[in-house]
Each structure stands twice: as C-alpha cells, then as structure tokens.
C-alpha cells in the first residue's frame, strides 16, 4: 500500500501554536512531566475517562460534584483533592472504571487550543510504540505539540516528539519541512543513548528534585508500558483501545 | 581575575520573548539568514549607522529624506529603494562613511521587543570571534535572542545560538538553567561537523533556494570575517569597534 505523503510538523511551545495550520491534523499532546506520562499511567490502570481542568476552582467544582480528583500545586496535594499529579498515584486500585479529573495547567491549555484540529491524542514515552503504529494508520497530517513550561521550550518534550517524529519519518508516509520536528529529531538523536543522563540537565528536571517530586522521572523516560492511546471526545479523554 | 557566575539565555522566537526578564542583560539579536549578516557585513565595509525599519512606508520615507536604503519583499528589490537586504549589496563603494536604513520585519521587532534591555548587539557567524570576546569582558547576563521566521523557531539562527554558547560556557563566567540554551548547544554540536550541509535542510535555506536568494548563504556560515560589533545607540546601530 502507497500512502499520500503526510505533513508532519512540530510545536515547541502553546505561545508558537497556529490552530488555522492544524484543523485537518492529529495533534499529539505532549507533557512528559508528568501530565501526559500520568494520564497514559491512568488509562493503562482501567481509568474510563479524564477530564483535564486547568484551574483549582474547576477541580475543587467537580470533587463537589463526587469525582476522583487529581490535582496540586507546586508540589503540595491539594486539600480538596484525593490525590497529586504523579503517574504513581493513578494505581488500579483507584482508578479502575473510575472517571477522574486531572488538573494541568500546561496541558489543558494545550488541549483546548488543540481544539479545532482534527483529534487530539494523548502520547508519551509509555505509550509511543502504540500512538506510533496508530499515527500511521491514519491518513491524516501530524502536529507534534510540546506544551513547554510556562510557554518555554522545555528539552523533555521535545526529546520525545524526536523520538516520535524520528519513528514516522522513517517510514516514508510522512514529510517535514519544520524546523522544529528536525531539530527535535537531532535533539532526539544526542538523547537517545542515555535519556536518563539527558534529561538530568534538564530545567525542569531541577524544578521537580528541588520539590522532591522526581521520583516518578525514570518512569516517564520508559517506553513501551502501555497500549493505551487517550484521545478527545466530547470534552473528555477516552481510551482510543480497550 | 574571577568573575561573578552570568546567567546566559536563549530565546527561539519573538513570541517567547520576556523582555522584564532581560532588563540588566546583553541581548544579542540573531537573524543569520540574512538581516544580521547583512548589518555586520555593512560595518565591515565602513559604514558609519543603519537605522532599522520594519515597514516599507517607513523605509520609503527615509529615501524621501536623501537615505540610502536597504528593502526588499518577497525577494524583489522595492522600487524606490537603491538596494536589496543580501550582505553581498553592502559594498564598501556603497556603503563606506554612510548611514543606511535597512528594512527588516523580523530584525526590527526583535531590536523594539528587547529595548530595555541593557544592550542590544548584533550577532552573526562574521563576527562571532569578536562578540564572544566582547562579551565575555562585559560583567552582564546575556539573552541569545532569535528572530527566528515568523514568530518560529529556525535552525540557522538557534545553531548560531549554540555555537555562540558554547564558547561562553567554556569560559566559566557564564551558567545556564535555560533548555533552550542546552538544546541550541547541543545542535550545535550536530552542526559543527559542516554546517552548510546541515543549513541544507532547514526551510530558510528552501525558501531563499526557491526564491533564488540563496546565493549568501555560505558566506553568511563564515566565521571571523569581522571585528565589528553592531550595538544600538539612540535608535541606530553603530559599531562599537572603529
């Protein structure tokens, strides 16, 4: 089978994204950590659906309303809330066939300015093999969409939309002509022997050790744990598999 | 002599720019391809100021007021204008002893967008040797600040980022906490090797290929041409060197 050639493109931060150029695409949302990585964990572990909330208002809303709530801020649980943002706390003994809402702020803002685009999936390291073998069955251009950190570039992201970007070019169905998608694939390309070492450089890496919150960073960095592929329908991320 | 630890930055695109964050810094406004080229290469030839336009009514009335002027759009030299924006225009017959107003949409706004800074140089691979010695003798925090193409990020402009970086980390005055920092270092050093042939591939090179433009592009790659550094005073950019 010939495939049309796809564009495949690439976003290092919400403040760079263009929606008008990515109505007809898939957009991979990417926040690896730990919002993707934890959403991916969720679903992996039988979570029925996430609602993604970007504010503490909207969370405190819904945990009245008796959802499962995940959510803190700077690195403290909120009282309200059953638990933090790590993908550790979304074992299946809390999450199975549970709707939960998950309070990100990077990666609800990305989402929501996702929203015109075609369908939006959910990718990191844990599920990249499955978004991969997804991705090319669909005949649809691809935007890889970093949600950064406070509108930053941030190297974790991007390694990992290289990685991603380096698998789909390689199959001949896909073309760039992004900048960024190359240099995150070179990027990828100087991470890709020892990630862990890599991403220790990494800003936000300091950021998460200075919180104690980086327990969870060797996880994230693992591919392969889960088939599971989150994607949006009707306001809320469902599991693409069963 | 020791020197108090710099902090050194980068930013990949005008959208990303935090001008609050810069205000005691050395901003060094970076657009290889072809705006920052072309200024050191006009100050390599002798000439005494360049006033940078955005607009082309702007760069119009100048040649009203007897102003040599530089602008281009789309590739095409602008009617009233006495030459295009490639460095190869800036000859010392044109230039020596002249002050010339050069019309660039990314260069100026990036030159407005860091305006508090505490300087503004310009910076290209001509006259990277000098600026780092400069630099390096300023006790100031330095912001790597690329024009990037419409508000993306680019690779010619962020390897230059990269190559410039590096030797200022190297020198121990200087720390990073900053990805994009990292992330242009380390294309950098994907670069090196031979950086023409990695400027092949980006879509700059592809643009000013199909526009027949491209012709300065090896040129523009050339270290240590110049001794020139382009700093702006009272609105013009004068250089710092006789």
Redesign the interface.
Known sequence: MTSPLRKLETC??P??YEPELHEGAIVVVIDILRASSAICTAFANGAKAIIPVSGVDEARDYKSKGYLVAAERDGFVLDFADFGNSPFNFTTERVKDKTIVYSTTNGTGIINLASSAYSIAVGSFLNIDALFKWLTGQEKNVMLFCAGWK?????ED?IFAGALAEKLLQTGYYST????T??AV??W??AKPDIRAYIE????R?RLRDKKLDDCIDFCLTSGFTERIPVMKNGQLVSLTE
């Open positions: 290092f931060s403040a760079l509108n930053r570039f941030n190297l991007t002509m992004c900048d960024s190359l240099a070179d990027l390309s100087v450089k990494a800003a936000q300091t």
